[in-house]
């Protein structure tokens, strides 16, 4: 539950994740028990990345948010996992996702940057994405951050699975 | 462009919903069991989150200040830079389009070369080849019965319900890719 109290610190949290762009608050989100693809599980990912490029180009956005529900986080009252910026004139190829992980079970991470397909193929709970797509001006000022150097260079490999946005000495795949 | 949110499902439904930012995002699940709680849940957000963009953002932060126990069940994200995400199988020869019409083919020859395998598969016609380079060891034996499965973004091949690979085509290769960007820090 979310109380009123909490808005705005909830608002500057999200307002710097979005103008500074480097973190991005929220919870990572893939299992890390081993996992053994299907035909199924393939298809259903590739389809998802699939529909959500569609989704994002017909958008006509430059850049997105891209969310994912990689695990079942229903007992904290959560859907989605993890998030990252989806750029559709990303230098790897349209729509690519700009995000942080961990090595399973490490506390360190690394920025990545992936195809909308890799995104959702390892099994998520729920084969669903959210995509937002901010104002003109917030996302003239994301593709700029992306296209430099600033999130590689405001990036601290050491991780904790906490997302506290004020940490000074540690990250989190969501803030 | 407008902003707002949108969700995406895939398979069995189309569950897209759009929304202006600051208004409500509310949709089916494709589980049946999630439906009344989920769509129970996102009007409760709405009421919450005075802008569609927090949306995300709060749910976790929230969660994580407020019970790092729940911090620590929950498992980290990881760097799936194994699997299927390093996709990078290829078809060197021939065609895996006829195979999969028929959906089975046999392993005619298996040649590792360097640090791939490259596999030759043979419909039961004979008429019908595919060479396959897999990037590691394929770990397949001469002889061996592999089903050839086409989804909408490539071919996955599988031998005793096993994944072998996956031979993404065009539409695959653009969404299946990933690398480390260089920290600088």
Redesign the interface.
């Known amino acids: 539950?979310?109380s009123s109290m909490?808005?705005p610190v909830?608002?500057f949290?999200?307002g710097a994740?979005?103008l500074i762009g480097a973190t991005?608050?929220?919870?990572?989100?893939?299992?890390?028990e081993p996992?053994?693809?299907?035909?199924l599980s393939?298809?259903?990912?590739?389809?998802?990345?699939?529909?959500?490029?569609d989704?994002l180009d017909a958008?006509?956005?430059?850049i997105a948010?891209i969310?994912r529900a990689?695990?079942n986080?229903?007992?904290?009252?959560?859907?989605?996992?993890?998030?990252g910026f989806v750029w559709r004139d990303h230098p790897?190829?349209?729509w690519?996702v700009?995000h942080?992980?961990?090595?399973?079970?490490s506390a360190t991470?690394?920025?990545?940057?992936?195809?909308?397909?890799?995104f959702?193929?390892?099994d998520p709970f729920?084969?669903?994405?959210?995509?937002?797509?901010?104002?003109?001006e917030t996302?003239r000022r994301l593709v700029a951050m992306l296209r430099g150097?600033l999130?590689?260079?405001?990036?601290?490999?050491h991780?904790s699975?906490?997302?506290?946005?004020f940490a000074t000495d540690y990250q989190?795949?969501?803030? | 462009m407008i902003p707002g949110v949108l969700r995406v499902a895939s398979c069995e439904e189309e569950l897209v919903r759009f929304a202006p930012c600051g208004q409500s995002v509310i949709t089916a699940s494709t589980d049946a069991s999630h439906r009344e709680h989920d769509m129970n849940r996102s009007i409760r957000l709405r009421r919450q989150v005075s802008a569609a963009l927090l949306l995300a953002f709060t749910l976790h932060t929230t969660a994580r200040a407020a019970d790092p126990a729940a911090a620590s069940a929950a498992t980290a994200s990881e760097a799936s830079v194994g699997s299927l995400a390093a996709a990078g199988s290829v078809v060197v020869g021939g065609s895996l389009a006829l195979l999969a019409v028929a959906g089975t083919a046999v392993v005619a020859s298996v040649t590792v070369v360097g640090a791939s395998t490259v596999m030759v598969l043979r419909g039961a016609s004979d008429a019908a080849t595919a060479s396959v380079r897999v990037v590691g060891n394929a770990s397949l034996a001469v002889g061996s019965v592999v089903d050839v499965v086409a989804v909408s973004t490539g071919c996955v091949l599988m031998s005793a319900g096993r994944i072998v690979a996956f031979v993404p085509n065009e539409v695959g290769r653009a969404l299946v890719h990933q690398r480390p960007l260089a920290s600088l820090r």
């Open positions: 539950m979310i909490r808005r909830i608002a949290v999200v994740a979005l991005e608050p929220a919870l990572a989100g893939r299992p890390c996992y053994e693809p299907t035909a393939i298809s259903k990912g590739l389809e998802l990345g699939k529909r959500s490029f989704r958008s006509g956005a430059e948010l969310a990689g695990q986080l229903g007992q904290y009252r959560l859907r989605w996992s993890h998030m790897d190829g349209r690519t700009v942080e992980l961990n090595g399973c079970g991470s690394s920025l990545y940057a992936e195809g909308l397909g890799s959702f193929l390892d729920r084969y669903e994405a959210m995509i937002v797509i901010p104002d003109a996302q150097d999130p590689q260079r405001m990036h601290d490999a991780y699975v906490v997302a506290y946005p989190n795949s969501n803030g």
